[in-house]
C-alpha cells in the first residue's frame, strides 16, 4: 500500500502512532485492521555527533516535532475517532530532569560512547556475566549503568531528580505523567529480566536511587493525561483528547511487530540507520549466550537479539566520503550483486562501536586489503560484506535461543532503499530473507502494539482481522558463495581478535 486508505473508508477505532527515530520523527493514523489512514507526517531531525563519541539530540526539539506532527493528525479526524495514541522512540536514551521536569541534559542517544572509561570500570568491578543474565544486557556504552556513572563524573554539578528515556520525557511534557514502559525500560539496563522491574543490585551500581527511576507499565496499563499539561493538551488538540496513551516502546520490538515478526517462528531483521536480528519469544531463556540481549516487553514476553550500530549510517557514510560519480544506483547494485572477489577489502563496520556480539565500545571501523587498484565500489562491496557478516555473528548465537525459528523478515530504510544488501546477508546465513513491501514498518508495529489492546484480532470476542503489508522480495541465498563467506568470516574474526580484543 504506497498511501493511506481515505478515512471514510477507516474502521474505528483508530490509533495515532508516534515514531521517534534517528533521522525523524513521524506520525500516522490506523484503523482497527491496522491500515494506515492518509498520509504519514514526517518532520527530519539528525543527531549532534561529535568525534569524541558524542551522540546527543535536543529532547525539547523531540517535544516541538511531535506536537507538530499532532496538530496536524489531530485536525484530520472527529473527537471520538482515535481511541489510543502509540509511542516509540529509538532505543537506549537518557535524559536527566530536575523536579519539574526540566531537561538538565541533552538526550543522550544508544550511539553516545563517551562513558568508554566507565564501561571498563565496571567490568573490573561487576561480574559482567551475572549481570548480563539478570539484566539481559552486556556492560556497555548504550546502557544506562555505565552512562550514569560517566554523568556523574563528568557532571558534578548536576543534581538530577529523575532520568527518564525519551519517550517518558515526551509524555510528561505532552500529558503530565510520570511513568515507562516495560519495553522502554528494559532497554537501560537497569531492568531485572525476570521480574519485569527495576533491580536494586544494577541500579546501586549506577550509583543511583531506585526513586530517581519511573514506575513501570506494561503494555496493558495505558497512562490517563493529568494536570495543567492534560488541559493544554486537550485544547489543542481536541480529536484525541480523550484517547489513551499506551506507555512508551523502544522501537526494536515495534520494528518486530511491523515486519510480521511478533512471535518465535519469524526473525525481524532491521536494516535503518542501526541494524539488529531479533525474536520475541514467550519462554524466557534460562542462560542467554554472551552476545545477546534479552529484554522483558511484557509479563509473559520477551525479545531476544542482537544489534549493530551502523547500517544505514555505514552506507551514509560511504555515500558522503567516496568518490560520488563511481556510486551511482546502478554501480552500487550491480557491484553487491556480483559474485564475490577475493580483491574486495575485508572490512569491520564498527563507523561508531560495538554492540553485538563483542560489546567493543570504543572499536572502530577496519579496512584490510584496501590497494591503489580498490575502488569505491569495491570498498562498498566490502562494508555490506562486513554488515552481513555482523548480522551472521548474531544469528549463530541466536539460533540456540529460537530453534523455531523458520523464516527472516527485513525491513528498515537501508533494506527497503537497497535490498540488493541483503542479499549478501541471505548468501552469508544461507536462508532466504523477505524484504517487507511496507514503509515506515515500526511505525506501524507500535500501531498494532495498541490495537491488540483496543481492537483484539483473536479471543473470545468478535475479532478484527489485521491488514498486513504485500510480500516483497525474497533474497535467495547462493549456495556456491557460501565457501567465500566461510572464508570470509573466519579472517573477520582474526583480525577482530587481533585488534579489537587485544585492545582491552
Not at 520490538?253 to 541494524?275: F, H, K, P, Q, R
Not at 558522503?320 to 551511482?328: S, V
Request: glycine share 8%.
Amino acid at each position: 500500500m504506497s498511501k493511506g486508505i481515505p478515512l471514510d473508508e477507516a474502521e474505528p477505532p483508530l490509533v495515532l502512532g508516534l515514531d521517534v527515530g534517528s533521522t525523524a520523527c513521524r506520525g500516522a493514523l490506523y484503523d482497527a485492521h491496522g491500515r494506515p489512514i492518509g498520509k504519514r507526517v514526517k518532520i527530519p531531525h539528525s543527531f549532534t555527533a561529535v568525534a569524541d563519541g558524542t551522540s546527543t539530540i535536543d529532547p525539547d526539539q523531540v517535544v516541538d516535532e511531535l506536537s507538530q506532527i499532532l496538530d496536524v493528525l489531530a485536525d484530520r479526524v472527529r473527537p471520538g475517532l482515535v481511541e489510543a495514541v502509540a509511542f516509540d522512540s529509538f532505543a537506549s536514551s537518557l535524559v536527566a530532569v530536575d523536579r519539574d521536569g526540566t531537561a538538565l541534559t541533552p538526550c543522550f542517544t544508544y550511539a553516545d560512547g563517551r562513558c568508554a572509561a566507565q564501561v571498563e570500570q565496571l567490568r573490573a568491578e561487576a561480574d559482567e556475566h551475572a549481570v548480563q543474565q539478570l539484566t539481559g544486557t552486556r556492560i556497555h556504552s548504550s546502557y544506562w549503568p555505565a552512562r550514569l556513572r560517566w554523568l556523574s563524573a563528568t557532571r558534578p554539578d548536576l543534581t538530577p531528580a529523575r532520568y527518564l528515556s525519551l519517550g517518558d520525557y515526551v509524555y510528561r511534557r505532552l500529558i503530565g505523567v510520570h511513568g515507562t514502559g516495560t519495553a522502554c525500560a528494559s532497554w537501560t539496563g537497569l531492568v531485572d529480566r525476570r521480574a519485569c522491574d527495576w533491580s536494586a543490585d544494577v541500579i546501586d551500581l549506577a550509583g543511583i536511587s531506585p526513586d530517581q527511576l519511573p514506575p513501570i507499565h506494561h503494555l496493558d496499563d495505558p497512562f490517563t493525561p493529568i494536570g495543567r499539561a492534560a488541559d493544554e493538551s486537550a485544547r489543542r488538540w481536541p480529536a484525541i483528547a480523550g484517547a489513551r496513551w499506551f506507555a512508551p516502546v523502544s522501537d526494536g520490538l515495534s520494528a518486530n511487530v511491523g515486519l510480521g515478526a511478533a512471535d518465535s517462528t519469524t526473525i525481524g531483521a532491521t536494516g535503518a540507520t542501526s541494524g539488529a536480528l531479533r525474536v520475541i519469544v514467550d519462554t524466557l531463556p534460562a542462560k542467554l549466550p554472551p552476545g545477546l540481549w534479552c529484554y522483558a516487553v511484557s509479563a509473559q514476553k520477551w525479545i531476544v537479539g542482537g544489534a549493530l550500530n551502523d547500517v544505514g549510517r555505514a552506507t551514509d557514510w560511504l555515500a558522503g566520503n567516496l568518490a560520488a560519480d563511481q556510486l551511482t544506483d546502478d554501480a552500487i547494485r550491480t557491484a553487491l550483486l556480483a559474485e564475490p572477489s577475493e580483491t574486495t577489502p575485508l572490512v569491520l563496520p564498527f563507523f561508531t562501536g560495538e554492540r553485538s556480539t563483542g560489546w567493543a565500545a570504543d572499536a572502530r571501523a577496519i579496512m584490510t586489503g584496501v590497494s591503489a587498484a580498490s575502488s569505491a565500489t569495491d570498498i562498498y562491496r566490502g562494508v555490506v560484506e562486513g554488515i552481513a557478516l555482523s548480522y551472521a555473528r548474531i544469528a549463530r548465537q541466536l539460533r540456540p535461543v529460537a530453534p523455531g525459528a523458520v523464516k527472516i523478515a527485513a525491513g528498515g530504510r537501508a533494506a527497503t532503499a537497497r535490498p540488493e544488501l541483503f542479499q549478501a546477508v541471505s548468501d552469508v546465513l544461507g536462508l532466504p530473507i523477505e524484504i517487507v513491501d511496507a514503509k515506515r514498518t515500526t511505525l506501524l508495529g507500535t500501531a498494532r502494539l495498541a490495537l491488540d489492546i483496543v481492537a483484539p484480532s483473536a479471543g473470545p470476542a468478535p475479532s478484527i482481522e489485521r491488514w498486513r503489508p504485500e510480500p516483497g522480495q525474497v533474497c535467495e541465498p547462493h549456495p556456491g558463495r557460501a565457501p567465500y563467506y566461510a572464508d570470509r568470516a573466519e579472517r573477520f574474526e582474526a583480525v577482530y581478535e587481533a585488534l579489537i580484543t587485544s585492545r582491552g
